[in-house]
């Protein structure tokens, strides 16, 4: 659909109106003109008038159009120009209130669009939007500050109950019992997890995150990895094979890298099939270091992929549970890659393989 803007239309309608009005008053004019000529000649003379001063009134009636005819255009033209410069003055700060629409989002919650010295319906606009992003800072606010302090909370009574649980699973006499104790131990780390999760989105949200930054060799840091997926996979019989070009570097928080490197390829363990395969592929393209990863795994729907990034979204609600994940990896993932001024995306999902790729700047 073409968009014509605000400005356009004012203009347009302004022509428009200029055009309606010369065309309406052309008419009346020349409907005067004509019945002033036949009443000037009926007083001078008395006499009905005949065919060719009538022929004469009407061909002054057809110039007196004509030159309407001319001007009409340039009127019309001029009224549209005059509008279109117009309406640039008095449009200024509808342009900015939609420019600083554009630019929100929960990192400049605090900003406010600078209210029009006028005192008309922008002005009022302006204040509505100062006010609905008020509330909304407000509300993000309370939910950050709310998730923060929930985690903080909820670590330390399950700190003490692992730390009882453990206790219980080294008595002899709680031996019958282990196998529960194991259980609630499970249950326990799941939702320790959980709780530095939600504390490290939270930091990221609110920009308290501390980056050590640092020049290091990723692909050093992928061998590492390697070795440690590679023993984890081998039980599952899942393959796991790695193309890592070497010397790409990347100044950034390695602590953070690894992370991501690590919930990509748990993210491809976990969502696999059973004698499966995982591909690590690493290397340079167009200035940028690019990770994927790839795996054989179930197609993810399309009407999922949109969400993926989400805190605690699932395409099937049953697999966190079943593989022990809490809904939050990717997402992690997501503000970790944002961190470093990178991107991430599902490149690619069938029913044969779903890859993921992180593109980094090296510098």
Not at 40 to 58: F, I, K, M, N, V
Not at 258 to 274: E, M, V
Not at 331 to 350: D, M, P, Y
């Amino acid at each position: 659909m073409k968009i014509r803007t605000l400005r356009f239309k004012v203009a347009l309608l302004c022509a428009m109106l200029v055009a309606v009005t010369l065309i309406l008053f052309a008419i009346l004019s020349a409907v005067l003109f004509y019945r002033e000529q036949l009443d000037a000649l009926l007083a001078d003379r008395g006499l009905t008038p005949s065919l060719d001063e009538r022929a004469e009134a009407q061909e002054g009636v057809m110039l007196l159009l004509s030159t309407y005819a001319v001007i009409l255009p340039f009127a019309a033209g001029l009224a549209a120009i005059i509008a279109w410069f117009s309406a640039r003055h008095f449009l200024r700060h509808l342009k900015g209130l939609a420019d600083a629409a554009d630019q929100v989002s929960m990192q400049n919650l605090h900003d406010r669009v600078p209210i029009a010295s006028t005192a008309d319906e922008v002005a009022r606009l302006t204040l509505a939007f100062n006010s609905l992003l008020e509330r909304l800072e407000h509300s993000f606010t309370r939910i950050k500050r709310f998730t923060a302090d929930a985690s903080h909370e909820f670590r330390l009574p399950l700190t003490l109950m692992k730390c009882e649980v453990e206790d219980a699973l080294r008595d002899p006499e709680a031996i019958a019992q282990a196998s529960t104790f194991e259980r609630v131990l499970q249950e326990i780390n799941r939702l320790n997890r959980i709780c530095d999760s939600l504390l490290f989105l939270a930091g990221a949200d609110s920009g308290t995150i501390r980056l050590d930054f640092s020049r290091i060799d990723l692909s050093l840091l992928c061998q590492e990895i390697i070795e440690d997926i590679r023993t984890i996979a081998e039980p599952k019989s899942i393959a796991f094979t790695a193309d890592v070009q070497s010397s790409v570097f990347l100044n950034c928080d390695v602590h953070l890298i690894r992370r991501l490197l690590l919930n990509l390829l748990d993210n491809a363990l976990k969502y696999n099939h059973a004698e499966g395969w995982i591909r690590l592929h690493v290397g340079l393209k167009a200035g940028l270091a690019v990770i994927a990863v790839a795996n054989s795994g179930p197609e993810i729907p399309a009407e999922h992929r949109a969400h993926l990034f989400e805190p605690f979204y699932r395409a099937d609600n049953s697999r966190s549970r079943r593989t022990g994940g809490t809904g939050l990896g990717l997402s992690i993932c997501r503000e970790i890659v944002a961190l470093h001024q990178g991107t991430i995306r599902l490149r690619k999902s069938t029913g044969e393989e779903t890859i993921f790729e992180v593109s980094l700047p090296t510098i």
